[in-house]
């Protein structure tokens, strides 16, 4: 059976009791932080850097931490976050330019690496880095807010990149970020991805167990 993980964006936490609602969300069975980092300049929008990464290592959180970073240049944010606690860091193709050093960066300094393609993102990006990953991250949505809808053409996508993890025969997450929630979550893992990250379908519910326990429940279908 696959290793399903969810991994709540804390984008569409309550950034005023941030170490709270990443303490709730564990507790009502998340298995990953996604923390996302944007620039307004990479991306039309602003959040968290590594030194709040920092503070939730210092505040507790012992639980991974999947730094997404959309920022551009990236390579200065790879160390700091290595730095501040990071489990896993991600980062766009495009903002970098040498993907394979940035990668092993990553890997240099303990984390997990991988790559993280936009809707419009071909995946020829893998090709000569698949043993360099060990996530790839595909996004449903376009980078830089919260709350949108799903594109679709994204299952394509999933379906490609399960196919060229399983022909590789490494052990490499496939995660999805943007729209997903209870109603889509089951299409998605169908698709092949095996990692979910989901910011306003759990934030912006009340009880984030029953969600979290729903999400489950559609992917034990
Ligand atoms: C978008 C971010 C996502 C976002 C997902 O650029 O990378 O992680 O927070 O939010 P939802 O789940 O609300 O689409
Ligand atoms: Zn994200």
Known sequence: MTDFKIAPSILSADFARL??????????????????????????????????????????????????LMVKPVDRMIGDFIEAGATYITFHPEASDHIDR?????????????LVFNPATPLHFLDHVMDKVDMIL??????????????????????????LIDASGREIRLEVDGGVGIGNIR???????????????????????????????????
Do not use: W
């Not at 990553?106 to 997990?112: E, L, Q, V």
């Open 187 to 221: 299409e998605i893992a169908e698709a092949g991805a095996d990692t979910f990250v989901a910011g306003s379908a759990i934030f912006n519910t009340d009880d984030y167990r029953a969600t979290i326990d729903k999400m489950r429940a559609e992917l034990a279908l």
């Open 19 to 68: 170490g709270e609602e990443v303490e709730a969300v564990l507790s009502a069975g998340a298995d990953i932080v996604h923390f996302d980092v944007m620039d307004n300049h990479y991306v039309p929008n602003l959040t968290i850097g590594p030194m709040v990464c920092k503070a939730l290592r210092n505040y507790g959180i012992e639980a991974p931490i999947d730094a997404h």
């Open 102 to 114: 940035s990668l092993q960066m990553i890997r240099d300094g303990g984390c997990k690496s991988g």
């Open 138 to 163: 595909l996004m449903s949505v376009n980078p830089g807010f919260g709350g949108q809808k799903f594109i679709p053409g994204t299952l394509d996508k999933l379906r490609q990149v399960r196919k």
